[in-house]
């Protein structure tokens, strides 16, 4: 009558690493974004996450980041993953890292080719100030974000920031 199925594996990406260690959330933020993976993207957030954009794009939509909050970023990034095709080239890199009480401060250098579904394409640089908190259950979660823009700029590209606020 019912046959049974073999046991499937959790449909978490392979990208997704159990954020036990401070670090492994930004490792985890760059394989999110390369697999496109919204749920394992979402899951890098503490509940009262912020995100601060780099001051020029802020002073030409202050309206939009005002108050940017999870709900925002998850909502953002889920258009923005819709529209880019399959696998884009992310690299984040730890530059610094700074302990402050619980909370562990990475300055992180990014760069990101990113090609669009109409074919467009955009070079993603900058710098980011990633600040990362441990939960009572041991595991961290991604608290504040300030974007910054990079030591020099390359022509056409843009920061994480105008990436946003074109979605």
């Not at 579904?117 to 961290?140: C, I």
Request: glycine letters at 4%.
């Amino acid at each position: 009558m019912f046959e049974l199925r073999s046991r499937e594996n959790p449909t978490l990406s392979s990208g997704w690493i159990l954020p036990d260690s401070a670090q492994i959330v930004i490792k985890n933020i760059q394989n999110s974004f390369i697999d496109l993976n919204i749920v394992n993207y979402s899951n890098n957030f503490d509940d009262s996450f912020a995100f601060h954009p780099d001051s020029i794009t802020y002073s030409r939509n202050p309206e939009l980041f005002s108050n940017w909050d999870k709900t925002k970023e998850v909502q953002n990034a889920t258009v923005m993953f819709s529209q880019i095709r399959s696998n884009p080239d992310v690299n984040i890199s730890i530059m610094s890292a700074d302990t402050i009480g619980d909370t562990v401060n990475f300055l992180c250098p990014y760069e990101m080719q990113i090609i669009f579904q109409n074919g467009d394409a955009v070079l993603v640089r900058g710098k980011s100030l990633f600040k990362v908190y441990p939960h009572e259950d041991g595991l961290y979660y991604l608290l504040e974000w300030e974007d910054f823009l990079p030591d020099t700029n390359i022509s056409g590209s843009i920061t994480w920031s105008e990436l946003k606020a074109r979605f």
